[in-house]
């Protein structure tokens, strides 16, 4: 899966990537999830299409006269080049030193490439194995003043495989 996101709220439990999840598709071509059924915390995330791949826009806003601590976990299952891998298996997949932010995985046999770059700064980002992808997953500590909001941006970029 692309882009699942699980919540955990001041000391709650993590939510589920589907707890509470209503979609709608916009006139302009975007795709917005919102998560509005959280106690005084609203969670909107619009995915665009870009040249280059996909913008997603998360818009948290704490509804509470207090301060809220967020934890989110951001997880993404990327194979770059599904063909290759197919015939190259797993092991055709990296995960490229980060750069500026960005976690890119890249597939060693074309040079193809998918990278995710935060608008901030992961707190911690690993990585899991799957059969034919490899999922990779980060990680953001929040904090939200009372009645405020934050705007984080992720970009899913993809770099093509090489011309042979």
Known sequence: GALNDWLTVDDEPALAPDTFLDYRF?????VSYLN???PE??????????????????ELRNLAD???RVRWRLASELAPDYTAALSGGRSTLV?????GGALAVRNTRTGAALALTPSRPWTAY???EHLLGL????AFEID?????????????????????
Do not use: F, H, N
Not at 95 to 99: E, V
């Open 66 to 68: 207090r301060p809220r």
């Open 126 to 128: 690993g990585l899991a």
């Open 95 to 99: 995960l490229d030193p980060p750069a």
């Open 135 to 138: 999922e990779l997953w980060a």
């Open 144 to 164: 939200l003043a009372p009645l405020a909001g934050e705007v984080i941006t992720l970009t899913l970029s993809v770099t093509p495989a090489a011309a042979p």
């Open 36 to 38: 509005a059924l959280l």
């Open 41 to 58: 915390l609203r969670v909107d995330k619009r995915v665009s299409l870009t040249p280059a791949g996909l913008q997603v826009e998360y």
């Open 26 to 30: 916009e006139a302009d071509g975007v």
